[in-house]
């Protein structure tokens, strides 16, 4: 049969850059008239300009429910910006670069895209007649800098990589000692690190870190922020060794400045714990997360929320490396923290994947009846708060059908996915690609009732479905034809249709994960099977020495 269900995270919705920007800064937004910014004295010596930038201080959310803490730390100027400062001249240059990213930030927050991009339009046609016709300095490369800041709080990433291109080959020919370099340089490798274009990103963030080594030495707190953006970038790029050691410098660096149990140490301690839970370095990952925990339990109390937050960390650290007792038992210690704190509004999204993830654990350290209740006050929160027809019930109606089907309980678990099925009919319709993962377990409840026939009609309505969502030899349709084999074979179908899907499944996974993968081995068994009940010798023996190379090769392996 198909295999067991697993709990699905709750939908959660990325901020996008605007906001993210609009939060980090504490400066009032300005509503005046659209002013181009212009260079009056291409000679003069601007100090750092200041833009509301995330540095080492920052705000984090998780990307995924099992790897969640939320560090909470000031934003706004940065030391190195604020190192700058030792130009009267460029002031006025300053304030008109700072007023122009609150501009845009402002109409952003108003809604007012199009004014945003209007604005930025009419910056780089000054700045690009300023290129044309010459100047080629920091300050044309500052305000690039700003303008694509601009773009990617406006959410309009096409013009991005262009301007970061110009920056890049005004940069490349300037001196260190130009200020504002070393901030630009950091800006840059972020963003070229949020488009993806890691080895762009690792240039720029490794030149900063030189520019500011050679000027105030190598464990200045001024390396933090740019020594941050490098790890990340090497971690992206597929260096994880050289990104651990860059995370693990920054923490040295900050014990050296502000001690040991300092609240600065979260961010980089909380990233390296990540990347070595991403390199399967469990073991050594629990050590920062352990380091977190104390740290806000010092800074804060042992009621916290931050402390919940951090127990979570460390109870995914845990969990991974293979002790999910210890993981239950911070999981929910951690909710009840974060539940009587008042940290988090019930029906955050957040708190939400928390108690899926300790509802899954709880399933598969066989306390099943806890981890039901847990999903259960999903389903009642979400319905409280959303609405009991709102889509975002399907996931939930699909985790609680889930868990009542791991307790053989098949009535309950139909009746749920009836539920979830008719809200996606009403939300995506019937024919959307969406709809046929609940609709593939709904085929597997069915038939676990023995209701074969009903079970069949649904599976060959998510093969039709997928089939023309995904194409014919995708691993979704595989997964829908090994469904139907399931179901075929307990409806006594002819063996010679059931091989010819089973053969079908084998193409689609040959193509998907080699033709020597270990999930090849039980589909390689079904058709043995059915080649002997077919008394197809001579291809039965093909398949068989297939088989059996496979199986000595895994066992050898393991």
Same mark, same amino acid.
């Given at each position: 049969?198909?295999?067991?269900?697993?709990?699905?995270?709750?939908?959660?919705?990325?901020?996008?850059?605007?906001?993210?920007?609009?939060s980090?800064s504490?400066?009032?937004?300005?509503?005046?008239?659209?002013?181009?910014?212009?260079?009056?004295?291409?000679?003069?010596?601007?100090?750092?300009?200041i833009i509301?930038?995330?540095?080492?201080?920052s705000?984090?959310?998780?990307?995924?429910?099992s790897?969640?803490?939320k560090i909470?730390?000031?934003?706004?100027v940065?030391?190195?910006q604020?190192?700058?400062a030792?130009?009267?001249?460029?002031?006025?240059f300053?304030?008109?670069?700072?007023e122009?990213?609150?501009e845009?930030k402002?109409m952003v927050?108003?809604?007012k895209?199009?004014d945003?991009?209007?604005?930025?339009?009419?910056?780089?046609v000054?700045?690009?007649e300023?290129?044309?016709?010459?100047?080629?300095?920091?300050?044309q490369?500052?305000?690039?800098?700003?303008?694509a800041?601009?773009?990617?709080?406006?959410?309009?990433l096409k013009p991005?990589p262009?301007l970061?291109?110009?920056?890049?080959?005004?940069?490349?020919?300037l001196?260190?000692?130009e200020?504002?370099?070393?901030?630009?340089?950091?800006?840059?490798?972020?963003?070229?690190?949020?488009?993806?274009?890691?080895?762009n990103?690792?240039?720029a963030?490794?030149?900063?870190?030189?520019i500011?080594?050679?000027?105030?030495?190598?464990?200045?707190?001024?390396l933090?922020?740019p020594?941050?953006?490098?790890?990340?970038?090497?971690g992206?790029?597929?260096?994880?060794?050289?990104?651990?050691?860059?995370?693990?410098r920054?923490v040295?660096?900050?014990e050296?400045?502000r001690?040991?149990e300092?609240e600065?140490?979260?961010v980089?301690?909380f990233?390296?714990?990540?990347?070595?839970l991403k390199?399967?370095?469990?073991?050594?990952?629990?050590?920062?997360?352990t380091?977190?925990?104390?740290?806000?339990?010092?800074t804060?109390?042992e009621?916290d929320?931050?402390v919940?937050?951090?127990m979570?960390?460390?109870?995914?650290?845990?969990?991974?490396?293979?002790?999910?007792?210890?993981?239950?038992?911070?999981?929910?210690?951690?909710?009840r923290?974060?539940?009587?704190s008042?940290?988090m509004?019930?029906?955050?999204s957040i708190?939400?994947?928390?108690?899926?993830d300790?509802a899954e654990?709880l399933?598969?350290?066989g306390?099943g009846?806890?981890?039901?209740?847990?999903?259960?006050?999903?389903?009642?929160?979400?319905?409280?708060y959303?609405?009991?027809?709102?889509?975002?019930?399907?996931?939930?109606?699909?985790?609680?059908?889930?868990?009542?089907?791991?307790? =053989?309980n098949?009535v #309950?678990?139909e009746? /749920? %996915?009836?539920?979830? $099925?008719? *809200?996606? +009919? &009403?939300?995506? @319709? !019937?024919?959307?690609?969406?709809?046929?993962f609940?609709?593939?377990?709904?085929?597997?409840?069915?038939?676990q009732?023995?209701?074969y026939?009903?079970?069949?009609?649904?599976?060959?309505?998510?093969l039709?479905?997928?089939?023309k969502?995904f194409?014919?030899?995708?691993?979704?349709?595989?997964?829908?034809?090994?469904?139907?084999v399931s179901?075929?074979?307990?409806?006594? =179908?002819?063996?010679? #249709?059931?091989l010819? /899907? %089973?053969k079908?499944? $084998?193409? *689609?996974? +040959? &193509?998907?994960? @080699? !033709?020597s993968?270990?999930?090849l081995?039980?589909?390689?068994?079904?058709?043995v099977?059915?080649?002997?009940k077919?008394?197809?010798?001579?291809?039965?023996?093909?398949?068989r020495?297939?088989?059996?190379?496979l199986?000595?090769?895994?066992?050898?392996?393991?």
């Amino acid at each position: 049969m198909v295999s067991s269900i697993t709990l699905l995270p709750s939908t959660t919705l990325l901020t996008n850059w605007a906001n993210q920007l609009s939060s980090q800064s504490g400066l009032s937004p300005r509503h005046s008239t659209w002013q181009c910014v212009c260079f009056r004295d291409q000679k003069r010596k601007p100090k750092l300009y200041i833009i509301p930038a995330r540095h080492f201080l920052s705000t984090s959310s998780s990307d995924t429910a099992s790897t969640k803490l939320k560090i909470h730390a000031t934003s706004g100027v940065s030391q190195v910006q604020n190192r700058s400062a030792s130009s009267n001249g460029m002031k006025e240059f300053e304030m008109e670069l700072q007023e122009l990213f609150n501009e845009v930030k402002a109409m952003v927050k108003i809604g007012k895209e199009r004014d945003a991009m209007d604005l930025l339009r009419a910056n780089y046609v000054a700045v690009k007649e300023e290129i044309d016709s010459g100047l080629k300095g920091i300050q044309q490369a500052a305000l690039l800098d700003i303008i694509a800041l601009g773009y990617m709080a406006v959410g309009d990433l096409k013009p991005v990589p262009a301007l970061l291109d110009m920056i890049s080959k005004i940069v490349d020919k300037l001196n260190a000692s130009e200020p504002l370099l070393d901030s630009v340089l950091m800006h840059v490798g972020s963003m070229y690190s949020a488009l993806g274009m890691f080895e762009n990103a690792l240039l720029a963030h490794q030149r900063a870190v030189s520019i500011l080594e050679n000027t105030y030495g190598d464990y200045n707190t001024l390396l933090v922020s740019p020594l941050l953006g490098l790890a990340k970038s090497y971690g992206s790029y597929g260096k994880a060794n050289k990104a651990i050691g860059v995370y693990e410098r920054t923490v040295t660096i900050l014990e050296r400045s502000r001690g040991c149990e300092s609240e600065d140490l979260v961010v980089p301690l909380f990233s390296l714990g990540k990347l070595l839970l991403k390199e399967g370095k469990a073991d050594e990952a629990e050590a920062p997360f352990t380091r977190i925990l104390n740290i806000y339990k010092k800074t804060y109390g042992e009621k916290d929320g931050r402390v919940g937050m951090a127990m979570c960390s460390l109870a995914n650290a845990k969990c991974t490396k293979g002790d999910a007792d210890g993981a239950v038992d911070l999981y929910k210690s951690a909710l009840r923290i974060i539940k009587e704190s008042n940290y988090m509004d019930i029906d955050n999204s957040i708190l939400e994947n928390m108690r899926i993830d300790l509802a899954e654990l709880l399933h598969f350290v066989g306390r099943g009846n806890e981890g039901r209740e847990l999903l259960e006050e999903c389903l009642l929160v979400n319905e409280k708060y959303r609405g009991k027809n709102n889509p975002s019930m399907a996931t939930h109606l699909m985790n609680l059908a889930a868990s009542y089907s791991r307790s =053989r309980n098949y009535v #309950e678990a139909e009746r /749920l %996915l009836r539920t979830c $099925l008719e *809200i996606m +009919e &009403k939300s995506v @319709g !019937s024919e959307d690609q969406s709809i046929t993962f609940p609709m593939l377990n709904f085929a597997v409840t069915l038939s676990q009732l023995n209701r074969y026939n009903e079970a069949e009609q649904v599976a060959l309505k998510v093969l039709r479905i997928r089939e023309k969502a995904f194409g014919k030899e995708s691993l979704p349709v595989g997964e829908a034809l090994d469904c139907l084999v399931s179901i075929q074979v307990r409806l006594g =179908r002819d063996d010679g #249709e059931v091989l010819g /899907l %089973l053969k079908r499944v $084998l193409v *689609i996974q +040959e &193509k998907e994960f @080699g !033709s020597s993968a270990e999930e090849l081995i039980i589909t390689l068994q079904k058709i043995v099977h059915f080649l002997e009940k077919l008394e197809m010798k001579d291809e039965k023996f093909k398949f068989r020495r297939r088989l059996a190379l496979l199986r000595e090769k895994y066992q050898a392996e393991s």
